[in-house]
């Protein structure tokens, strides 16, 4: 397996020593949307061409990619999403028996079998999936790849990116021996919208904090890394159910929320 959970890196961009440097630096910010679009299908595409990743293919399993792609459509159709429109919001789920998940610039989602028989119910899968397409619409991957490859190459492999460069990207997600956490600013930006999202939904707006107390719950070496990347601590779940309850949004689960989503997990081969 060559990745844990998500492709996670500290953004620090600096400060700019001279007046000269901070100019030079405005002038490399230019990473458009479309430039993460592009970004994302060129991983997208070193990853489907990659043996270490099994994708299970949409030919013959039309029903677990419809309940997916429903998830999928249902969250980045709510108001509070920026670029719901603006990117092509894509899941691929990985033959793989390892709890993982993870995300690439432009809407492209990853989730092993491992992770979706790990889970209990259709709540606690959504709540995975906006946490993150809260990350993605935020742009925190794509910030984070800026601190450790610089703008120039980044849009340089969004246009026209070679196998060995984008090989190293798709090997970074392999951060097994240096697993580096999101800021503590982008997990509160992460929560804060995902409940948004979850709120104009069928599934509890608390489903995100359902996800991780089930992670929390577990306390296999596999975990510990999410654990980490998310900052995830007993305060964090607290913190989510007051935001929450300031929204007044509706935090029930469905009743046929597990049986529903037993449905879908029967319906892998």
């Known amino acids: ?13 600096g400060m700019c020593h001279v007046l000269s440097s901070c100019k030079k630096t405005e002038e490399l910010i230019d990473f458009t949307e479309e430039d993460e679009i592009a970004l994302g299908e060129k991983l997208a595409e070193a990853i489907a061409a990659d043996e270490g990743f099994s994708i299970l293919p949409t030919e013959g399993n039309s029903i677990p990619y419809g309940y997916v792609n429903s998830r999928i459509l249902e969250i980045t159709s709510a108001s509070q999403i920026s670029k719901g429109d603006e990117f092509i919001w894509r899941i691929y789920l990985l033959d793989d028996p390892e709890r993982q998940a993870f995300a690439l610039p432009g809407g492209h989602i990853y989730v092993t079998t491992g992770m979706i028989f790990f889970l209990d119910n259709e709540d606690q ?7 993150l397409i809260a990350h993605i619409d935020q742009s925190h991957i794509t910030q984070a790849l800026f601190f450790k490859y610089g703008v120039n190459r980044l849009k340089n492999l969004s246009t026209s990116g070679g196998v060995t460069e ?4 798709i090997d970074d997600l392999d951060l ?4 580096l956490p999101f800021s503590r600013g982008n997990e509160l930006e992460a929560d804060t ?3 948004s999202m979850l709120s ?7 489903s995100v904090k359902l996800f991780f107390e089930k992670t ?13 990347a ?5 305060s964090r779940l607290e913190d989510i159910s007051t935001f929450a309850s300031s929204v007044g949004c509706d935090v029930t689960v469905d009743d046929q929320s597990g049986s529903r989503f037993r449905s879908f997990r029967n319906a892998l081969p």
Do not use: P, Y
Not at 1 to 13: E, G, H
Not at 125 to 131: I, M, V
Not at 166 to 169: D, E, F, G, Q, T
Not at 230 to 234: A, R, V
């Open 193 to 195: 919208l995902a409940i």
């Open 1 to 13: 397996m060559k990745f844990n959970v998500l492709s996670i890196l500290i953004l620090f961009l």
């Open 176 to 179: 097994s021996d240096s697993f």
């Open 166 to 169: 984008l090989k190293s990207i």
């Open 200 to 206: 104009e939904t069928e599934q509890s707006c608390e």
């Open 125 to 131: 899968f959504s709540g995975l999936l906006a946490h």
């Open 216 to 228: 929390l719950n577990v306390q296999a070496n596999n975990q510990a890394a999410l654990i980490a």
């Open 230 to 234: 998310h900052l995830l601590q007993e």
